[in-house]
């Protein structure tokens, strides 16, 4: 539910799991959020070196590509517990509630589904690119190091989805990020 302004609402907690959910997912936005002002910061300073001839931050764009996956990563979880991750809810918006949870749980079951698919090929991804020792051209970053830090929000993205489907399948469980 959004108010009249498209700003999303704020988590209200139900109980223990949803409450470290909450907080996992909010610590994890905070750092994607950070992730991303460092590397503004590292663009503006790459920028206006090359403007003054100072020069430009070596790797600038390799850093960036890596970060700027991280980062937007870090904001899955939050977004997964809020429900507001993309979907389509054209059809069972004007529902009633009975047949609209487990139509929207049968979908948070999809969701937990193919964010395991994501854990489960980044890791195997990760790990092939340890293997291979690949790394960046300018700096030589492995690139192992950043696939295998999108394995944490993409996990805690799945754990959020399989809450939000155990709470869509119990009638008497409020739904996170809906307001009751």
């Known amino acids: 539910m959004h108010d009249p302004m498209g700003i999303p609402h ?8 949803e409450h470290w959910l909450i907080l996992a997912g909010k610590a994890m936005a905070i750092s994607g959020g950070m992730l991303f002002v460092a590397l503004i910061a590292m663009s503006l300073v790459s920028i206006i070196g090359r403007k003054l001839g100072f020069g430009s931050v ?12 991280v980062a937007a990563t870090a904001f899955l979880p939050y977004c997964t517990l809020l429900g507001e991750h993309i979907k389509v809810d054209f059809f069972t918006e004007n529902m009633r509630d009975s047949l609209k949870r487990p ?3 049968v979908a948070e079951v999809l969701f937990a589904i193919v964010s395991g698919i994501l854990v489960w090929r980044t890791v195997l991804s990760a790990i092939a690119t340890y293997e291979s020792e690949e790394v960046t051209t300018l700096v030589s970053l492995p690139l192992w190091i950043p ?6 929000g993409l996990f805690l993205m799945m754990v959020c989805a399989i809450y939000r489907a155990y709470a869509h399948f119990h009638p008497t469980k409020n739904i996170p990020g809906a307001h009751k």
Do not use: C, F, K, S
């Open 147 to 152: 696939t295998a830090l999108l394995v944490p």
């Open 103 to 105: 139509i929207d749980g």
């Open 58 to 69: 070596n790797g600038d764009i390799e850093l960036m590509q890596a970060g700027t996956a």
């Open 10 to 17: 704020d988590l209200v907690e139900h109980d223990r799991a």
